[in-house]
């Protein structure tokens, strides 16, 4: 996939500097012409093409789980593109474009299955300096375009590091406030479920702000949202934000949907161990390794003894998170939120997969029900949720420091 991503880029470069010369400095706005743009179906696969004013370095790639294609731009002013008439296939299930930080744009078209990348490739008109941009995909087996997909770690295209952000001394649970990381779900042009005008990247969003003020007054945390606004974090982005800031408990907030519609009431997840071993076995692979572990920098270490101290860290930190899941799931009963009839489940969700801190993702609720997202909508709901949440980790952290002289030093 990188290999793909480099042509793409040594294509883009040498189109570029043959039409309009090495000299050629960007400015302003690429602008999408909607005549020239196109999403469509191919004989066994996806053909994405999109016109624009002017050339842009750009990168595409894909992501599994669900089946995605990513292109990244900088930068495209998205104004006056109907993706009603942008979509024309039927291999593409919907398309989501914007800004998500400053500088850079991103069109993430949702794939019906696993279509790999084949090619990518860019014309530039060298009297009006337009350009197209044209991507193939074509139909793969789905374990071929899982280990072909994943975005590249490229220090010119990601974010920043967390280094902006506090870091405090280390603390276990019990010594002083407990440092707490909100994550409100999607954000962005990721917007997450929608339904009835309520979209659940704003929802959460609010709930979050509401569950950090509800934890403040309280005196006993210290409380850090993974994002403060619409802005688009990835995942990766945010387990960097509580380690940066030395988090005891990371919690992500969100309010899906079930596509059989039956679903409702409050689900807490955890990590499940296949998805905490091939965590480890992910991480271990890859080359930043100061940010796996708190106060750890496994920098100069081999996979096998990284995978192994991922492995140790989470045989103190499972149990810990088994025990705050079962916290919260008692005081949401207690505050009288319907809880789902199998409330605690295990999945893979890349969020939780900070081996030494406790993770939990919450589905508050399903905004595929009416009752759930009737409750949703109620801000008084929303408060008495909150409390319960703030009443469970004010248990937890008794019960956990009553445990730690049990707990791996």
Do not use: C
């Not at 994002?227 to 899906?256: K, M, P, T, Y």
């Not at 920098?299 to 096998?304: A, E, I, L, M, Q």
């Not at 991922?310 to 810990?320: F, I, M, S």
Request: glycine share 8%; net charge negative; hydrophobic share 45%.
């Amino acid at each position: 996939m990188s290999r793909i991503i480099r042509i793409g880029a040594i294509l883009w470069w040498s189109l570029w500097a043959g039409a309009v010369g090495a000299q050629q400095v960007f400015s302003g706005l690429a602008q999408v012409d909607p005549a020239l743009s196109q999403i469509t179906d191919t004989r066994g696969g996806l053909q994405v093409v999109l016109g624009l004013s002017q050339g842009v370095p750009y990168r595409v790639y894909t992501l599994a789980d669900p089946a995605r294609l990513v292109m990244d731009f900088r930068e495209v002013d998205w104004r006056g593109v109907d993706k009603m008439v942008l979509l024309n296939a039927d291999h593409a299930l919907d398309v989501r474009m914007g800004a998500f930080r400053p500088g850079w744009s991103r069109m993430v078209v949702d794939l019906d299955g696993p279509l790999a990348l084949i090619s990518s490739n860019v014309v530039v008109n060298k009297n009006s300096r337009r350009a197209v941009v044209t991507v193939q995909l074509k139909r793969s087996d789905a374990e071929s375009f899982a280990r072909l997909s994943g975005a590249p770690n490229d220090p010119e295209w990601d974010l920043p590091t967390a280094a902006v952000l506090p870091v405090a001394p280390k603390v276990r649970p019990g010594d002083g406030l407990l440092r707490v990381v909100l994550d409100p779900g999607h954000g962005g042009i990721d917007p997450g479920a929608e339904r009835e005008g309520i979209v659940e990247k704003d929802l959460m969003l609010t709930f979050a702000r509401e569950l950090k003020e509800e934890l403040l007054r309280s005196g006993r945390f210290e409380v850090v949202l993974t994002r403060e606004d619409d802005s688009f974090v990835s995942l990766e982005r945010r387990v960097e934000i509580a380690h940066a800031v030395d988090a005891q408990v990371l919690i992500s907030l969100h309010a899906d949907t079930a596509a059989e519609g039956h679903a409702t009431g409050a689900v807490v997840h955890l990590l499940s161990k296949t998805a905490s071993d091939e965590a480890s076995r992910k991480l271990a692979e890859r080359h930043e390794r100061d940010d796996m572990l708190a106060g750890v920098d496994l920098t100069g270490k081999d996979d096998v003894v990284a995978e192994v101290l991922l492995d140790l860290a989470r045989l103190e930190t499972e149990p810990r998170t088994q025990a705050l899941a079962r916290s919260l799931v008692e005081a949401l009963k207690t505050s009288g939120a319907p809880m789902n009839r199998k409330p605690i489940r295990a999945a893979g969700f890349s969020v939780l997969k900070a081996a030494d801190i406790p993770s939990l993702l919450l589905e508050v609720g399903f905004l595929s029900s009416s009752r759930d997202l009737k409750n949703l909508r109620n801000p008084d709901w929303r408060a008495q949720i909150a409390a319960g949440i703030r009443e469970a980790l004010q248990v937890w952290v008794i019960e956990d420091a009553a445990a730690s002289k049990l707990v791996r030093q």
